[in-house]
């Protein structure tokens, strides 16, 4: 069973400061993506990462995939109290049938 | 552009009633899945639909049953419910190739209270 292990689980940070959160797994996926879900609402597509080594920045957040394709992690740059949100990575590859493996999720504080 | 539909939104029931929560998608996908989500736990998929006419048990499908309506609809039943299945249902769609950039859309949820 591919698992992906998401840390931390709960993190509270004031405004301005900047933040990592890492998704680790023991299995190779073939691309992994990044959601985020504010209260009350379906988690949100931010990026998809499909090679090895790839960085993708959108605004004042930074995805990085593994060079294994094992991994992934998120940066975010002098965070805002709008960043405040659960985020989750996911996992995918065409040998899985058409399903995506997510972690168990980052709860994200920002306090003004 | 709608996107997935999800109703209701938030339901009661008591241990033993049965409930089908609705799922439609607008954007001709051809993939279709149930998840729930709990504390600490993220999602953990249901079954799912890979295709119009096919469907596959996921993760947890244990008290669980699905039909895939159409290409367009998707709906979960709970035959009888108990309280271990109280939790918040997301129903999501994807294209085939969703690892390749597209991702999932999902629904705004349903919470779901059995007591």
């Known amino acids: 069973t591919q698992l992906l292990e998401q840390s931390p689980q709960f993190l509270s940070i004031q405004e301005g400061e900047n933040l990592t959160v890492y998704c680790n797994s023991s299995?190779?996926?073939?691309?992994l993506q990044w959601y985020r879900q504010e209260p009350g609402e379906g988690p949100v597509l931010l990026v998809t990462v499909v090679t090895g080594g790839e960085v993708k920045k959108l605004k004042r957040l930074t995805f990085q995939f593994g060079d294994a394709r094992k991994d992934s992690s998120l940066h975010i740059t002098a965070a805002q109290p709008g960043d405040t949100g659960l985020y989750l990575c996911a996992g995918g590859a065409a040998n899985q049938g058409g399903k995506l493996i997510f972690g168990q999720g980052t709860e994200l504080s920002v306090k003004p | 552009n709608a996107g997935v539909t999800q109703t209701p939104k938030f339901q009661v029931l008591k241990t033993g009633q049965s409930m089908t929560l609705q799922c439609a998608q607008d954007m001709n996908h051809n993939s279709m899945y149930w998840y729930r989500q709990d504390p600490g736990m993220g999602l953990r998929l249901i079954y799912y639909?890979?295709?119009?006419?096919?469907?596959d048990k996921g993760e947890v499908p244990n008290g669980y049953n699905v039909s895939r309506l159409n290409k367009r609809e998707f709906s979960l039943r709970l035959e009888s419910a108990a309280p271990s299945q109280t939790s918040v249902y997301f129903c999501?769609?994807?294209?085939?190739?969703?690892?390749?950039?597209?991702?999932?859309?999902f629904g705004s949820g349903t919470r779901l209270t059995v007591v």
């Open positions: 299995s190779v996926f073939s691309s």
């Open positions: 999501a769609s994807s294209e085939v190739t969703f690892w390749t950039g597209s991702g999932y859309t």
């Open positions: 639909s890979a295709s119009e006419g096919t469907t």
